[in-house]
C-alpha cells in the first residue's frame, strides 16, 4: 500500500449540509454584489466601452474611404438596451476575479494541500489567457474579418446607387463580444487538458498520438471561423495549435505518474 503524507490534509471542518448551503449563498451575494458594482461602473462609462468596441470596424471603414463610419439603431429601445449589455459586458470582466476568488473560497476548504498546491497554478493562468484569447480577437480576427466583409461594399454603386455598410449597433456589438468570449474560452484549452490531465482522464500520451487529427480539426474550426482566405485561416488556426501543443506540456507535467513496484 502507497503510503500517505500525513501533512496532505483538508482544512474543512465537518459542517451540516444547512451550513453549506449558507456559505454557498454568502459566496454567491459577494459575486453578485461585485457584478452589480462592475455593472454600474461599465453602464457609466458605457460611451467609452462603446467607442472601444466600435473602434476596430471604424478603423477598416475609414481606411476605405468612408469618411463618416457609423452604427445606427432602428428601433426605438435599441439603444438603451445597447448600454445594458455593454455594462453587462464590462461588469463580467471587471467583476470576474472576485467572483473567481468566491468561487476559491467556498471550494478550497474541502481540497488537499497538494491539490490547493496544483490549481493555483490553473487559476492564475485562467485570466491571464482569456485576456490573451480576447486581444487575439480584438488586435488581429477584427480586423482582417472587418476588411473581407466591408470589401463587399461599393460606395460608387452601379447607376450612382452605392451599397454601404452602416450596420446596426445592438447585432454589431453582439458579434463582437460573443467573439471575444468565446475566443477567451478557446484560450483556456491549457487549463482544460490540464485538469482532466490532473485526475486521469486524459495524458500527454494520447494527446501526442491525436495531434494529427487534432490539428485537422482546429484547421477545419478555423475555416470555419475565419474569412475564407488562407492568410485569414492561418492567423486563426496557428494560435489553435500553438495552444494544443502548450496543452500536451501541461498535460505532461501535471499527470497522475503510475506507481512502481
Known amino acids: 500500500m502507497a503510503d500517505t503524507n500525513e501533512e496532505d490534509t483538508i482544512d474543512d471542518k465537518p459542517m451540516p449540509l444547512l ?3 449558507i456559505e454557498l449563498r454568502r459566496r454567491l451575494m459577494w459575486s453578485l454584489g461585485a457584478f452589480a458594482i462592475c455593472f454600474a461602473l461599465s453602464y457609466y462609462f458605457s460611451a467609452t466601452v462603446y467607442y472601444v468596441l466600435a473602434k476596430p470596424l471604424a478603423d477598416v471603414l475609414r481606411a ?29 470582466f471587471l467583476g470576474f476575479p472576485m467572483i473567481a476568488c468566491q468561487l476559491w473560497l ?10 490547493k498546491r496544483a490549481l493555483l497554478p490553473f487559476l492564475a493562468a485562467t485570466p491571464v489567457l482569456f485576456i490573451l484569447g480576447a486581444s487575439l480577437a480584438y488586435f488581429v480576427l477584427f480586423p482582417i474579418a472587418f476588411q473581407f466583409f466591408a470589401g463587399f461594399q461599393d460606395l460608387t454603386g452601379g447607376g450612382g446607387v452605392p451599397i454601404e455598410l452602416v ?6 456589438l453582439d458579434l463582437v463580444m460573443k467573439m471575444i468570449i468565446a475566443c477567451g474560452l478557446v484560450f483556456q484549452m491549457p487549463v482544460g487538458i490540464a485538469l482532466l490531465a490532473k485526475v486521469g482522464i486524459v495524458n500527454a500520451k494520447q494527446l501526442r498520438e491525436k495531434r494529427r487529427w487534432a490539428i485537422v480539426g482546429m484547421t477545419i474550426l478555423a475555416a470555419i471561423a475565419a474569412p475564407p482566405d488562407p492568410i485569414s485561416m492561418v492567423v486563426v488556426a496557428l494560435p489553435l495549435i500553438v495552444l494544443y501543443e502548450v496543452s500536451i ?3 505532461s507535467l ?7 513496484d
Request: aromatic letters at 14%.
Open 64 to 92: 476605405m474611404g468612408s469618411p463618416d463610419p457609423k452604427l445606427i439603431y432602428t428601433q426605438l429601445y435599441e439603444a438603451f438596451f445597447v448600454r445594458i449589455k455593454v455594462g453587462m459586458f464590462g461588469g463580467m
Open 19 to 21: 451550513d453549506h448551503l
Open 254 to 260: 501535471v499527470e497522475k505518474k503510475p506507481v512502481e
Open 106 to 115: 467556498f471550494v478550497a476548504p474541502g481540497l488537499y494541500k497538494s491539490e
Open 249 to 251: 506540456i501541461a498535460a
Open 167 to 172: 450596420p446596426k449597433v445592438g447585432e454589431y
